[in-house]
């Protein structure tokens, strides 16, 4: 018998718990990493297209990691994976920790990128096992199972946002060096906990054994991660790069610029967990929630679109109503993202929920790598508005994308793995 069945209520909040919690840690870090990284190279003269080339590995390696990582975690337990993604990071810190102002650009630019993959590597890896879990320890109560997945989607946002502050004041206090070290040692006290209170073998069961097994996902999985790509694309297009670098050059400070960022990432999360409450439910988990994530996706279409209109027309004040409306974006794609987060555990069959998270969220780190990739090149060929269109016309093909969403889940590619 498979250990990824149903868990006990109170084991199962047990270490639903503990695995938030764990995450929480990581993701904390991981927010602190990109200011980290995006604030000291700018200070040391990157353009914007050699910033967003820093992040390319990050996201890249990430693609392969959520793939591998799923299968992984199915083979060998969401346990072990999460402690694997976390002794990831460490070592990527480490990496990073070398760079010395003495190298030329070249090398610095090259061992950054191959650090920043590392940790890439690592957060997929704790995403994947982390949101497996959350299926394991939900089990099949949809209405649970859309609470749990929006906490913990929403919490860790809002950790990602504090990560922000964090990374920004452990610069100024520490220095690059010293605050990758920090963090390093704060990750090992967590990894302590999750190897001493997580049952080792927890979310094991038997896993695809070939790729056109691993692949072979059933209609709702599959266009959720296309829908996915191009979601997480329209919000890197503006957020990595073009609108910190946009604010900067129209006056504001590094202290606004990233206090901004992590209040939209905090705020965002805080309507991530509560997104629930914005979506009517069904007894099936489909019926309801699927219409809700097309009317959700065409309201967030809007948003950028109007915004580049403005821009367009030369609307007066760009540096402060560019933000606000951003700011309405970030409640519009909270509720998205939620939304999509429960669908595709909803359609995900629970044998090997990893392997199908997995590819979910590989989907998720190909939107966010072009995304960037876009954000650095369409803000030097059109500013800031070059970003707005580029958004808008992606979230179009999202919305798109969701009117095929089927209406009932579809067991047969599961079935049919397992025969």
């Not at 890249?60 to 990691?65: S, V």
């Not at 429960?342 to 929920?353: D, T």
């Not at 970003?387 to 590619?413: E, F, K, M, N, Q």
């Amino acid at each position: 018998m498979s250990s990824s069945a149903a868990v006990p209520s109170s084991s199962g909040t047990r270490n639903y718990a503990i695995v938030t919690a764990a995450y929480w840690g990581f993701t904390l870090t991981d927010g602190a990493l990109r200011m980290l990284v995006l604030l000291h190279f700018f200070r040391l003269g990157y353009s914007p297209f050699t910033l967003a080339f820093l992040f390319l590995l990050y996201e890249a390696a990430g693609i392969g990691a959520n793939l591998i990582g799923g299968w992984l975690a199915t083979r060998f337990g969401i346990a072990r994976m999460l402690a694997v993604g976390l002794t990831t990071q460490i070592a990527g810190f480490l990496l990073l920790s070398v760079v010395s102002p003495a190298w030329s650009a070249a090398l610095s630019v090259a061992w950054v990128v191959a650090a920043q993959g590392v940790c890439g590597v690592a957060k997929d890896l704790t995403k994947t096992a982390s949101k497996s879990a959350i299926k394991l320890t939900a089990g099949e109560a949809s209405g649970r199972l859309f609470k749990w997945v929006a906490f913990f989607t929403g919490s860790k946002n809002a950790m990602k946002g504090f990560g922000f502050f964090l990374g920004g004041l452990l610069l100024e206090a520490l220095g690059f060096r010293g605050a990758l070290w920090a963090m390093a040692a704060a990750l090992a006290v967590i990894l302590a906990g999750v190897l001493l209170s997580l049952p080792p073998m927890m979310g094991r069961a038997k896993a695809s054994k070939s790729a056109r097994e691993l692949f072979s996902k059933n209609r709702g999985v599959n266009l959720m991660a296309a829908a996915r790509v191009f979601l997480f694309g329209a919000r890197d297009v503006w957020f990595v790069v073009g609108l910190p670098v946009f604010l900067y050059a129209s006056g504001w400070t590094f202290t606004m610029v990233g206090g901004f960022l992590a209040a939209w990432t905090i705020g965002y999360g805080v309507v991530q967990a509560a997104a629930p409450a914005f979506v009517r439910r069904s007894a099936d988990g489909l019926s309801a929630e699927v219409p809700a994530a097309r009317a959700w996706s065409l309201a967030l279409t809007a948003v950028p679109a109007v915004l580049a209109a403005m821009m367009i027309a030369g609307v007066p004040a760009p540096e402060f109503f560019v933000p606000a409306g951003l700011c309405v974006f970030g409640v519009l794609f909270a509720v998205n993202s939620s939304v999509h987060s429960y669908l595709v555990l909803a359609y995900a069959g629970s044998e090997k929920a990893a392997e199908d998270v997995g590819f979910y969220y590989a989907a998720n780190a190909a939107g966010r790598f072009g995304g960037i990739l876009l954000s650095g090149l369409l803000y030097e060929l059109a500013g800031v508005t070059g970003c707005l269109i580029g958004a808008s016309t992606l979230l179009a093909v999202c919305w798109a994308i969701t009117l095929a969403l089927p209406l009932r889940r579809d067991h047969s590619t599961v079935a049919g793995a397992a025969a």
